[in-house]
């Protein structure tokens, strides 16, 4: 079993960087696939990028690609999100999450943070 707990969130304006970061316990981080979704009021959980238990594969949403990178640091059980060239339509609850599958879809993911939110003003 595995806790994990984002950080990193907050406000900031069109075109600035935050990185989010997700702190796991437990001794088995490694065994997990990452990733990171996103949640807005009323809409369901949306996928934002996935990375492999080595970190070798990653996998983003269109909407992120080339903007943002996820990464992870099994010696230290983090995972990370790097957001670059933020735009409001980013502004959701960003919610870490691990697994046995490495897919796109919130039931392949087991365990689940609290989210951080971040907002992107116009």
């Known amino acids: 079993q595995v806790q994990l707990v984002e950080s990193g969130g907050g406000l900031v304006q069109a075109g600035a960087s935050l990185r989010l970061s997700c702190a796991a316990s437990?001794?088995?981080?490694?065994?997990?696939?990452m990733a990171w979704f996103r949640q807005t009021p009323g809409k369901e959980r949306e996928f934002v990028a996935a990375?492999?238990?080595?970190?070798?594969?990653?996998n983003y949403a269109d909407s992120v690609k080339g903007r943002f990178t996820i990464s992870r640091d099994n010696a230290k059980n983090m995972s990370y999100l790097q957001m670059n060239s933020l735009k409001p339509e980013d502004t959701a609850v960003y919610y870490c999450?691990?697994?046995?599958?490495?897919?796109?879809?919130?039931?392949?993911?087991?365990?689940w943070g609290q989210g951080t939110q971040v907002t992107v003003s116009s």
């Open positions: 999450a691990a697994g046995g599958r490495l897919g796109a879809r919130p039931h392949e993911y087991d365990y």
């Open positions: 990375i492999s238990k080595s970190g070798g594969s990653t």
């Open positions: 437990g001794r088995t981080f490694s065994s997990y696939h």
